[in-house]
Nanobody, 123 residues
Framework: QVQLVESGGGLVQAGGSLRLSCAAS????????MGWFRQAPGKEREFVAA????????YYADSVKGRFTISRDNAKNTVYLQMNSLKPEDTAVYYC????????????????WGQGTQVTVSS
C-alpha cells in the first residue's frame, strides 16, 4: 500500500506562483515514477507532469510546458510541482500519483492517487 499526501494548494492571482508537495510512504520511492494530474470542475482528470526515478528525466502536458516544473527529493520521499505564471484555466484539484511506467500519462497508468489539493487562480 502506498500513501500520498499533497500540500501547498491555495488561492493565487493570475501570473502568480505556487509550489505543491507530495509526501510518499509505503514503497521504495526512488524506484517509482511520480506524477501530477489535475481535475477541473466538470472536466476529466488530466495529466500534468511526471518524473523518472532519479528526476533527471521529466515530461509535461503541452498546456503547462515552460510554466510548471516537476522535481523530487528521494531522500525526503517527496515530489514537487512548481507552478509559475499561473492562469485561471489552471484552476483545479491537483493530484499526486504513482505511474506504472515512465512515459505513460493516462489515468489508467496510475496505481495510487493522493487525496488532492485545490489550486484556484483568480483573474
Amino acid at each position: 500500500q502506498v500513501q500520498l499526501v499533497e500540500s501547498g494548494g491555495g488561492l493565487v492571482q493570475a501570473g502568480g506562483s505556487l509550489r505543491l508537495s507530495c509526501a510518499a510512504s509505503g514503497r521504495t520511492f526512488s524506484s517509482t515514477v511520480m506524477g501530477w494530474f489535475r481535475q477541473a470542475p466538470g472536466k476529466e482528470r488530466e495529466f500534468v507532469a511526471a518524473s523518472s526515478y532519479s528526476g533527471v528525466s521529466t515530461y509535461y502536458a503541452d498546456s503547462v510546458k515552460g510554466r510548471f516544473t516537476i522535481s523530487r527529493d528521494n531522500a525526503k520521499n517527496t515530489v514537487y510541482l512548481q507552478m509559475n505564471s499561473l492562469k485561471p484555466e489552471d484552476t483545479a484539484v491537483y493530484y499526486c500519483a504513482t505511474i506504472t511506467r515512465f512515459g505513460y500519462s493516462g489515468t489508467r497508468d496510475v496505481d495510487y492517487w493522493g487525496q488532492g489539493t485545490q489550486v484556484t487562480v483568480s483573474s
